[in-house]
């Protein structure tokens, strides 16, 4: 919490009118805890209506609550703000005096009467007032989050079938200062009721008896909860849906049991005519051929209606991202065995255009612009045309993808591009095209395969080396293969999930390639939450490159650099590992990254992180710095590769601020090398900013 320095401050308060005698001058004394700032945003609005107010003195006594409520939120119970307005000759002033008391930590919360739930998972409900920068210091005591927290512990007895849970008001026991308080919480569980039978009645036969019978196994000995007889509906009335009997209709009534802690269910089922599909109709679709939208329908004509074929075909529609609205029914006339099945669309924008801006501490002022048609022909397939650049990079790119290749789902994409990024010690030019085909399975797993090809020109190479073999022009023809999974919550800043890939990448030049080798990449990152604001960012990622048949060395624009903003962030751009005698990063055949980042939503849109960065670069000194010849054989770059391997991590320490914005955070890191090596002319501190997360 700041800490302002006592004595008396003052701010305008003015009428829109402008009226020199509506005006205040705002006074405060007292506030050390909260300073005059924090006082004047937590009664803004009032503050804002004193000039136009009617009675002063009630806006007055307003913003005097609104400030007593703040520094409640801090930890200080005992706060009192008073009020004076007066007119002397200078002007109205109103004057606030603070009588803060002491901040209260809440030394203990005890309950007494659980036995369904343990001590710790009752306390997890009052972790949101925890004092320090990431929110793991002492407790901080806010009745109102003592209340809430005790609320959050009844709607768990209810949701656990405990109907006759009460919970007591708090009992508040101080020190003798004031400054600590023990918590006492009062619980009465009552009786907890489960579901003893479930008993179904009415259309029922062998294929649909089949189906329901593991449905009493389900919830027999689950708690009861009145929610619970809804879900049982839905599920007869979506078991008999995907057995071909729309308008099925399902009563569920409750019945109890020999005694209070028992319920018998009971289900009546009305099953109606089975259905089959008699015809598909399209309407709403202007752009986008009917082809394209039978084709991603898993229901039609002829077959046997199904509730998760209907389903199926919903999403499959509306994840193509062509239409804004998705209507799947059957045509009306219930009891009929034969309907029409009517699919209504309205069709999104299929073209769009946009800008976008960024920062790198590298690349600095960067941009880019482009085109994309997301329903070419009226096919679903998608072209996109990007152009981009930075005070060290240019871009172009022309995309075609097919998200679901000849009616499958395979999406084949087909990227064409030039690029050029000036590089700590020399300029890569590329151009290049590739053809990959992608598939996803079971939920976030998705697999890639392709086929890459690009004409490399590395220009400008600052490094004189006469250790290391500079292949200034080559190409590279190749086959990769990449294994990813995907489930974090928010790509641009997670609070939970995971993220990781694995690619294998071989370039020979039985595939037209000029130079040959084999490329390995894992990457992983894991999100924790640790509290509601709080979490803990996990990250490890590795490579090798290996020269292949007859290949002696890897070419500088195909090696690993470490260092910068998105990777050991105690460095500069490419500035940790093997370097020529001048000084110049010459890369590496591996890598490792590891980080550890805590991270904690400070406001709505900022946030703060402490982090651990930790990574090298195999092998990691350069022959010409170890004073050895260069290599003569392909089996020597692997060896002093593999034995180097993990050796040499550099570490890096820091914090850092994030804002969030619509197209990432703005991020600002500050970090600190605890082994600097001034021969090498490292830096102590090195300070990125830069947009998007490290990780």
């Known amino acids: 919490m700041g800490i302002a320095a006592a004595g008396v401050g003052c701010a305008l308060a003015q009428a829109s009118e402008g009226r020199a005698d509506r005006e205040y001058r705002l006074l405060f004394s007292g506030n050390r805890a909260l300073s005059e700032e924090r006082l004047r945003q937590a009664a803004a609005e009032e503050l804002g209506n004193l000039s136009q107010a009617d009675f002063p003195a009630a806006t007055a006594d307003d913003a005097a609550f609104q400030m007593e409520q703040a520094y409640r939120r801090g930890g200080y119970p005992f706060a009192t703000v008073s009020y004076l307005l007066s007119a002397p000759a200078e002007g109205k002033t109103l004057e606030f005096t603070v009588q803060e008391g002491v901040q209260v930590i809440v030394a203990a919360i005890e309950f007494v009467g659980n036995t369904a739930f343990g001590r710790e998972e009752l306390l997890s409900f009052f972790e949101g007032s925890k004092s320090g920068f990431l929110g793991l210091g002492q407790l901080l005591f806010v009745e109102a989050d003592i209340r809430n927290g005790l609320s959050g512990i009844r709607d768990l007895y209810l949701n656990e079938g405990y109907p006759q849970a009460l919970i007591g008001e708090p009992v508040f026991h101080y020190s003798a200062d004031k400054s600590r308080v023990t918590v006492q ?293 190749s086959v990769k293969l990449q294994v990813s999974t995907d489930s974090r919550n928010d790509i641009f800043f997670p609070s939970s999930g995971h993220k990781t890939f694995a690619a294998v990448e071989v370039a020979d030049p039985s595939l037209g390639s000029g130079i040959s080798f084999y490329r390995f990449n894992l990457g992983l990152r894991k999100f924790l939450p640790l509290s509601e604001k709080n979490t803990l960012g996990l990250r490890f990622d590795t490579g090798a490159i290996l020269p292949g048949r007859s290949q002696l060395s890897i070419p500088l624009g195909e090696r690993f650099f470490n260092g910068g903003e998105n990777t050991v962030r105690s460095f500069k751009e490419s500035q940790l590992g093997p370097m020529d005698g001048q000084g110049e990063p010459l890369g590496g055949d591996a890598f490792n990254i590891v980080a550890i980042e805590l991270r904690r939503r400070l406001t709505e849109r900022l946030a703060g992180s402490i982090f651990f960065d930790y990574g090298n670069v195999s092998p990691n000194r350069s022959r010409e710095e170890n004073g050895e010849p260069p290599f003569i054989d392909r089996s020597e770059v692997i060896d002093a590769t593999f034995s180097d391997y993990f050796k040499g991590f550099r570490p890096g320490l820091g914090c850092g601020f994030f804002y969030l914005l619509p197209i990432g955070p703005a991020r600002l890191d500050f970090a600190w090398n605890p082994d600097q090596d001034t021969k090498r002319g490292e830096e102590e501190y090195v300070i990125h900013f830069s947009i998007g997360t490290a990780f």
């Open 185 to 477: 919480c009062s619980i009465q569980e009552g009786i907890r009721r489960a579901i003893k039978t479930v008993e179904f009645h009415g259309d029922t036969d062998p294929e649909s008896m089949g189906i329901l019978a593991d449905l009493p196994e389900e919830l027999v000995g689950k708690s009861y909860l009145p929610r619970r007889k809804l879900l049982l509906k839905n599920r007869v009335q979506e078991i008999y849906g995907n057995l071909g009997f729309p308008d099925a209709e399902v009563t569920v009534s409750e019945k109890p049991g020999v005694n209070f802690s028992e319920v018998q269910l009971e289900v009546a089922i009305v099953s109606g005519a089975r259905v089959k599909i008699a015809a598909i109709e399209i309407h709403g679709n202007e752009r986008t051929s009917q082809a394209f939208i039978r084709d991603r329908l898993t229901l039609q004509a002829g077959d046997l209606y199904s509730d998760v074929a209907k389903q199926t075909s919903f999403r499959r529609l509306y994840q193509t991202g062509l239409f804004s609205r998705v209507s799947i029914e059957l045509e009306e006339g219930a009891g009929l065995d034969e309907r029409v099945l009517v699919i209504t669309v309205q069709e999104s924008m299929a073209r769009e255009v946009y800008l976008q801006g960024g920062w790198g501490s590298y690349e600095l002022l960067r941009g880019s612009a482009g085109y994309q048609n997301n329903n070419l022909w009226g096919s679903g397939r998608i072209f996109r045309l990007d152009a981009g650049g930075s005070v060290k990079s240019v871009n172009l790119q022309a995309n075609v993808t097919d998200p679901w290749l000849l009616g499958s789902d395979i999406t084949a994409d087909l990227p064409v591009y030039f690029r050029r990024r000036e590089e700590p010690s020399f300029t890569r030019e590329e151009v290049g095209a590739s053809l990959l085909f992608s598939r996803n399975f079971f939920g976030d797993l998705a697999v890639t395969l392709g086929y890459l090809y690009r004409e490399s020109n590395i220009m400008e190479i600052a490094t004189t080396s006469l250790t290391e073999v500079m292949e200034s022009s080559y190409t590279t023809a």
